[in-house]
């Protein structure tokens, strides 16, 4: 058994020399820091957007039961009114609605037939 | 750890770390090359998680050999036996080169854990506690994968 322990031991794989084995690995290590910066970067970006979010969905929450408390109404009759005012609209102007059908259908195709753009 | 603490780490583990993964390779230096890169950038990037309860080479080493078998299980079905010895070294003897063709193609015929501890053991000088700890196996399995593949490899060679 030695005979073989020997023969790996005076035998070792030998590197050759490549000076620019650690030049690659500091160009990958650079690549790496790029994409770390930018990675943190949208998290921070992503942060702010979400205290904005919750700053903004609180200060409107805050608004509207002030307003609530301040100015209370009769939400039944208030309800009715504006389930008439929109028969009403409707009775006017029936004529008119297969454009904005029709609008919203060429919008909703331009949109998702819109080829994503190239990066 | 700074970028520069870790480069100057690498620049002293390159040649073992090279010379491992070329043995695991069976002498393909280009690919053993391709693998230890992948290994520093993993390790780079890991490095923050790096505690030093081990020897730096100790975990690096460990990142390698986990490179190399995702490599094994990702080229599997497209692998091939070794038909003739890579990277043998330039200007030898025909006779140091014949002896790197055999202990290639003997490797490139021991399966992967074998193949690392012998690597590790023989070539690395490494204790068996090290190699434990770069395999993730107990001692004992170690020992028993070292034995193997020095009888595997005693079928394989001619002395």
């Given at each position: 058994m030695s005979s073989i322990e020997d023969f790996l031991r005076e035998n070792k794989p030998q590197v050759k020399e490549d000076p620019t084995f650690i030049l690659e690995a500091q160009r990958r290590m650079v690549q790496v820091e790029g994409i770390k910066a930018e990675v943190?970067?949208?998290?921070?970006?992503?942060?702010?957007?979400?205290i904005?979010?919750?700053?903004?969905?609180?200060?409107?929450?805050?608004?509207?039961?002030?307003?609530?408390?301040?100015?209370?109404?009769?939400?039944?009759?208030?309800?009715?009114?504006?389930?008439?005012?929109?028969?009403?609209f409707l009775q006017d102007y029936r004529q008119y609605l297969p454009m904005p059908v029709a609008l919203l259908a060429i919008t909703l195709a331009v949109v998702l037939f819109k080829r994503p753009a190239r990066i | 750890m700074t970028q520069e603490r870790f480069i100057s780490e690498v620049r002293q583990q390159q040649e073992p770390l090279r010379r491992f993964l070329l043995a695991l390779c069976a002498g393909d230096g280009a690919l053993a090359d391709?693998?230890?890169?992948?290994?520093?950038?993993?390790?780079?990037?890991?490095?923050?998680?790096?505690?030093?309860?081990?020897?730096?080479?100790?975990?690096?080493?460990?990142?390698?050999?986990?490179?190399?078998?995702?490599?094994?299980?990702k080229a599997r079905p497209e692998k091939a036996p070794v038909e003739e010895a890579r990277n043998l070294p330039g200007g030898d003897s025909s006779d140091k080169s014949f002896r790197y063709q055999q202990l290639?193609?003997?490797?490139?015929?021991?399966?992967?854990?074998?193949?690392?501890?012998?690597?590790?053991?023989?070539?690395?000088?490494?204790?068996?506690?090290?190699?434990?700890?770069?395999?993730?196996?107990?001692?004992?399995?170690?020992?028993?994968?070292?034995?193997?593949?020095?009888?595997?490899?005693?079928?394989?060679?001619q002395l």
């Amino acid at each position: 058994m030695s005979s073989i322990e020997d023969f790996l031991r005076e035998n070792k794989p030998q590197v050759k020399e490549d000076p620019t084995f650690i030049l690659e690995a500091q160009r990958r290590m650079v690549q790496v820091e790029g994409i770390k910066a930018e990675v943190d970067r949208q998290r921070s970006r992503g942060r702010v957007a979400l205290i904005i979010a919750l700053c903004g969905g609180l200060a409107i929450g805050v608004f509207a039961t002030a307003i609530t408390f301040l100015y209370p109404i009769d939400a039944q009759s208030s309800a009715e009114g504006l389930l008439r005012a929109v028969r009403l609209f409707l009775q006017d102007y029936r004529q008119y609605l297969p454009m904005p059908v029709a609008l919203l259908a060429i919008t909703l195709a331009v949109v998702l037939f819109k080829r994503p753009a190239r990066i | 750890m700074t970028q520069e603490r870790f480069i100057s780490e690498v620049r002293q583990q390159q040649e073992p770390l090279r010379r491992f993964l070329l043995a695991l390779c069976a002498g393909d230096g280009a690919l053993a090359d391709d693998i230890a890169q992948d290994a520093l950038v993993r390790a780079y990037v890991a490095s923050g998680s790096f505690l030093g309860l081990s020897k730096f080479s100790t975990w690096l080493f460990r990142i390698a050999y986990n490179c190399y078998i995702d490599h094994c299980r990702k080229a599997r079905p497209e692998k091939a036996p070794v038909e003739e010895a890579r990277n043998l070294p330039g200007g030898d003897s025909s006779d140091k080169s014949f002896r790197y063709q055999q202990l290639y193609l003997a490797l490139d015929r021991l399966p992967e854990k074998e193949k690392a501890a012998i690597a590790l053991f023989y070539f690395e000088d490494r204790s068996i506690k090290e190699i434990s700890s770069i395999l993730d196996m107990p001692q004992g399995t170690v020992k028993y994968q070292l034995s193997m593949g020095r009888q595997h490899l005693k079928q394989y060679i001619q002395l």
